[in-house]
């Protein structure tokens, strides 16, 4: 190949901006990253700037900084298109006089845009419900919620608040919600925790699916506790201005109305090219990563459907996940393209590695497992699993700055903990 391979990553949340850092960093091809977004956020944080309990504006990562820092370029625009004959992206860049067009040139393209809440069509849950999928929806979130907390403050009647889905996004913000509620007490109104009414609907019939029954106990003990209303067995049929309907009949009232339910592929990948997608819109992918019906196209993160052979069930859409792959990736074809072989260059098996689930309950608790392959398993509980949390986080920090700005940006967390109010209203 004449030149530098030249890699497209279009998406830089947890796993794309991983790559393209260690890509760009290693110096052997010409790396792009696209993103619709100028900054990176890290996705698992979203619920705690929803309930106002952390800023975001703190966490950012601005692409064109990261970029100039690593030696990849960054490219604004959102993911529109894909012509596989001539190996062209297309991209829509938002600018003041419309959304022009932009194409990028590929050897190898990843695609790595994550994933939404499913609401398998249910009826009027598009129109009614929010949903906090990306900062922009948290910021909305927490814009609504404000509203509704300001006109209760010095009384003022019950706030309800319904989410649907008992995974972990709807546990924790749940739990982060009520923290919030129970901080603003302190702020000169002792009542309000008692005048919220927070409801988690989930269809299955138990918590945190995916977690040991001793978790969901755990988690469904601590939120009652809480004063949170569990109705799990519980299916959603439709929601509306006043709230939700359930299947038996029965009406769940609430002004804030959160979708947290199940994941979806963004609708741009069914409009690509004939790539092959899951039920639940993913591209499908082999083990090596690349797309089934064009080796030239990997898909990685939650965008991406990936049957591990050893158990025969798909890879899970986490943050973990994510990084597994875009680290396998990175260090495999990395090492490739350092030899000067090609991005087609066969790379050996993406293999998932467990290493355990934490769901964090603000200040209240943590609850998790470690997975098979981390000291032959094992359950963490309280702060253990708070810190075990935190730490995917921190391991993500340390991979886009090094060590020592990582650590630093960790420092700097703990020192504005101490001088920001625990929860923001503003
Ligand atoms: C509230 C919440 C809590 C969570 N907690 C956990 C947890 O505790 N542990 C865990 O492992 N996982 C957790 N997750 C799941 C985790 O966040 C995702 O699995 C992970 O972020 C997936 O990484 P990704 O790189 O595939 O996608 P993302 O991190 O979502 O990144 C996608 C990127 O693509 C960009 N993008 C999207 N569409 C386009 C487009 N059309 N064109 C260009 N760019 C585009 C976005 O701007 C973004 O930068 C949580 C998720 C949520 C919502």
Known sequence: MA?????????????????????????????????????????PMLHTFAAGTARADRQKVNFFAQACRNGFRFQPGALIGIDRQARRVRLAVEAAEGRPEVERAYDLLVLAIGSRANDFGTPGVAKHCLTIDDLTEAEHFHERLRCQLLARLDGGGLLEIAIVGGGATGVELAAELKHAINMLAAYGSPDLPGRLRLTLIESGPRLLPAFPEKVSRAAARILSDLAVEVRTGAMVTAADAAGFVLKDGTRISAELKVWAAGVKAPDVLAGLDGLERSRTGQLVVGADLRTTRDPAIIALGDCASLTDPRTGQPVPATAQAARQEAQHLSRHLGRALSRGETPATQLPPFRYVEKGAIVSLADFNGWGTLGRYTFGGGRLNGLSARLTHDLLYRQHQIGLYGPLRGAMTWVLDDLDHLISPPVRLD
């Open 3 to 43: 030149g530098k391979a030249r890699i497209v990553i279009v998406g830089g949340g947890v796993a794309g901006i991983e790559l393209a850092t260690s890509l760009g960093r290693g110096g052997s091809a010409d790396v792009i990253l696209a993103d619709r977004s100028l900054s990176h956020i890290w996705k």
